[in-house]
């Protein structure tokens, strides 16, 4: 898979490429990461990449010019994905990140200042993604998020630990449930005796226990769409679920 990415501040990028799953799957060639200077497309004497807005107010707009140029010097096929990091966009989440984990290429926009020419969301973005309801200087970190997200989806990017990807949070449709290592206790916090019994049935139902009641208790918004079993649903019930009702139907 091939992601590229364009940003005013390429150096930002460096130590997240070089480390952990990104960079080892960098590395051994399954992922190829391009962190482009959107003012090498830039051909002002100042390089700039930004202005003013038409119509006045605060802050500058990202010009359209070198972002048409730098996405275009990429030669990204008709089935790329264009993505524009902006605060207006979908929601980032496990499903967007699985559906761009399987092309075989991603450009990344970074936004900066006050947003990005809105000709270029029109006219070559085919996403526009936020990765959060929160404020932030740029589009960097984000990108960086997303990076990570998809490279790890990348068949032998995990290596031997591809088995625990399916048991992630929203991976898996649930929350994680809690996890423990050595020691078994730890001044005073004792691991559940469950762990310790060496009956892998009674942990999995454990475990299935606790990240569907960590679930209802922090994001019951995932339960709807969670693909629960029977037991999980008696499970849930339990725990104070209540289902959502199906809306009336229109009255005669």
């Not at 150096?11 to 997240?16: D, S």
């Not at 559906?99 to 936004?111: Q, T």
């Not at 088995?163 to 449709?173: I, P, V």
Request: charged content about 25%; glycine content about 10%; some cysteine.
């Amino acid at each position: 898979m091939r992601i590229d990415v364009l940003t005013v501040f390429p150096g930002m990028f460096g130590p997240v490429l070089d480390a952990g799953i990104v960079g080892k799957a960098v590395r051994n060639g399954i992922a190829d990461v391009r962190v482009h200077d959107l003012r090498d497309f830039a051909h002002d004497r100042h390089r700039s990449t930004d202005d003013s807005p038409f119509g006045g107010g605060p802050g500058m707009v990202m010009l359209p010019g070198p972002l048409f140029e730098a996405v275009r010097s990429l030669e990204a096929g008709p089935d790329a994905a264009i993505v524009a990091l902006t605060p207006q966009g979908r929601p980032f989440d496990q499903r967007a990140a699985e559906r761009l984990a399987g092309l075989e290429h991603v450009v990344i926009i970074c936004g900066r200042y006050e947003g990005i020419d809105e000709r270029v969301i029109e006219g070559l973005a085919t996403d526009e993604i936020s990765t959060g309801d929160y404020v932030v200087s740029g589009g960097e970190i984000p990108a960086m998020l997303i990076v990570d997200a998809l490279v790890r989806l990348l068949p032998d990017a995990l290596g031997h630990s591809e088995e625990a990807l399916a048991d992630d949070s929203h991976t898996s449709g649930l929350l994680q449930h809690p996890q423990y290592t050595r020691p078994a206790d730890f001044e005073g916090l004792a691991v559940p005796e469950v762990l310790l019994s060496g009956n892998h049935a009674a942990i999995a139902r454990w475990r299935r226990h606790e990240a569907l009641r960590r679930t209802l208790e922090r994001r019951p918004d995932m339960l709807d769409e969670a693909g629960l079993s029977a037991e999980d649903v008696e499970t849930l019930r339990a725990l104070g679920w209540q289902p959502p009702t199906q809306a009336p139907g229109p009255q005669e």
